[in-house]
């Protein structure tokens, strides 16, 4: 049964669009650091550093990638091959355990677990593989999905569901090193120019991500039992989503933070789902374009509460019953919970 505390702090930090959040909780006297995600390849160094210099610590008790995209997985590779750095724990998603016999025909049995397993690549260097590199290092992984709880750490899975991941993942396989879709921007955001509070809805509730890599992503609570709950959804899509507040609607009543999917994009939530976890804060870490983050996301989002990028603060912290750190200012919302 996972412990319970009132001493954490929360680091959602600066890589752009990219994704590098981690979490320090006193559990019982011990220290425990999670990461998840680990930005881009260029990204290592920006963690290994946050490690060092603010907690003055290089063992990490929990590492989670919630999906193998090139923003979240990147800087796992350096960082496991850094002596300095020791992993105890790693959470993933393996592909390995969703082969049937289809794909075992169709790849052969030796070489199907390769086959799929291929997704974890690092970026521009297929001769490196996520899951073999913690194999060698002796890094202990296991693979999760909707409803598995570490056992000492109060963190959990909400998403995806085995059934849902087992249906997407012969398209992440398929479609690796195919670029699916495009999100770039160039334009900047802007916060003044939000849409018509009439239209947010059609702009929002529109269409889904069509990655089947974001599908798959993993979305963690973090409940550590003093009546405050953190959501972190990594780039989930809405289809997962919706399962995820429809399964866990009395887990969902108390968001005191929600770290917004895939950098505030309009894809990946709508209106209902927003109302479904009515977060009392937002955080989106974005490179601030008119895409990342979508001003119809960010004024829906307002509703319910403040709205944080890190594009406009640098790294966000948040901090309960432990030490304020110097240097470190009240941020700026980027958007102010809409007044009634």
């Given at each position: 049964?996972?412990?319970?505390?009132?001493?954490?702090?929360?680091?959602?930090?600066?890589?752009?669009?990219?994704?590098?959040?981690?979490?320090?909780?006193?559990?019982?006297?011990?220290?425990?650091?999670?990461?998840?995600?680990?930005?881009?390849?260029?990204?290592?160094?920006?963690?290994?550093?946050?490690?060092?210099?603010?907690?003055?610590?290089?063992?990490?008790?929990?590492?989670?990638?919630?999906?193998?995209?090139?923003?979240?997985?990147?800087?796992?590779?350096?960082?496991?091959?850094?002596?300095?750095?020791?992993?105890?724990?790693?959470?993933?998603?393996?592909?390995?355990?969703?082969?049937?016999?289809?794909?075992?025909?169709?790849?052969?049995?030796?070489?199907?677990?390769?086959?799929?397993?291929?997704?974890?690549?690092?970026?521009?260097?297929?001769?490196?593989?996520?899951?073999?590199?913690?194999?060698?290092k002796k890094v202990e992984y296991t693979s999760v999905y909707a409803?598995?709880?570490?056992?000492?750490?109060?963190?959990?899975?909400?998403?995806?569901?085995?059934?849902?991941?087992?249906?997407?993942?012969?398209?992440?396989?398929?479609?690796?090193?195919?670029?699916?879709?495009?999100?770039?921007?160039?334009?900047?955001?802007?916060?003044?120019?939000?849409?018509?509070?009439?239209?947010?809805?059609?702009?929002?509730?529109?269409?889904?991500?069509?990655?089947?890599?974001?599908?798959?992503?993993?979305?963690?609570?973090?409940?550590?039992?003093?009546?405050?709950?953190?959501?972190?959804?990594?780039?989930?899509?809405?289809?997962?989503?919706?399962?995820?507040?429809?399964?866990?609607?009395?887990?969902?009543?108390?968001?005191?933070?929600?770290?917004?999917?895939?950098?505030?994009?309009?894809?990946?939530?709508?209106?209902?789902?927003?109302?479904?976890?009515s977060p009392k804060l937002s955080i989106i870490s974005a490179v601030?374009?008119?895409?990342?983050?979508?001003?119809?996301?960010?004024?829906?989002?307002?509703?319910?509460?403040?709205?944080?990028?890190?594009?406009?603060?640098?790294?966000?912290?948040?901090?309960?019953?432990?030490?304020?750190?110097?240097?470190?200012?009240?941020?700026?919302?980027?958007?102010?919970?809409?007044?009634?």
């Open positions: 049964m996972s412990l319970t505390t009132d001493k954490y702090e929360i680091d959602i930090l600066n890589v752009n669009d990219a994704d590098a959040i981690i979490i320090r909780c006193i559990l019982n006297g011990y220290q425990y650091i999670i990461l998840i995600d680990a930005g881009n390849t260029s990204d290592y160094a920006t963690i290994k550093n946050h490690l060092k210099d603010v907690y003055n610590n290089t063992y990490i008790d929990l590492a989670i990638c919630t999906h193998p995209d090139k923003d979240h997985i990147g800087g796992f590779f350096d960082l496991l091959e850094d002596k300095e750095i020791t992993f105890n724990d790693f959470w993933l998603i393996d592909p390995a355990e969703y082969l049937d016999d289809t794909d075992i025909k169709y790849y052969g049995k030796d070489n199907a677990p390769k086959a799929v397993r291929k997704v974890f690549n690092k970026p521009n260097d297929s001769k490196q593989n996520l899951i073999d590199i913690l194999k060698s409803g598995y709880e570490h056992p000492v750490i109060p963190i959990k899975v909400l998403a995806p569901t085995k059934k849902y991941y087992g249906e997407i993942v012969k398209n992440m396989v398929a479609d690796y090193g195919v670029k699916t879709y495009d999100e770039s921007d160039t334009e900047k955001y802007d916060n003044v120019a939000l849409p018509d509070k009439s239209a947010v809805k059609s702009v929002i509730d529109l269409d889904d991500d069509p990655s089947s890599f974001n599908a798959g992503s993993i979305v963690l609570l973090f409940a550590p039992g003093d009546g405050k709950n953190f959501l972190f959804t990594g780039d989930a899509n809405c289809a997962s989503l919706y399962k995820m507040v429809q399964t866990y609607e009395n887990e969902l009543q108390n968001i005191t933070l929600l770290k917004v999917p895939h950098h505030g994009s309009k894809h990946n939530m709508t209106t209902e789902i927003i109302d479904g976890i601030g374009t008119k895409k990342h983050p979508n001003s119809g996301i960010v004024y829906w989002l307002s509703k319910k509460g403040n709205v944080y990028s890190t594009h406009t603060n640098g790294s966000l912290h948040y901090r309960n019953n432990v030490d304020k750190r110097d240097g470190y200012s009240t941020a700026n919302p980027l958007k102010e919970k809409e007044k009634k």
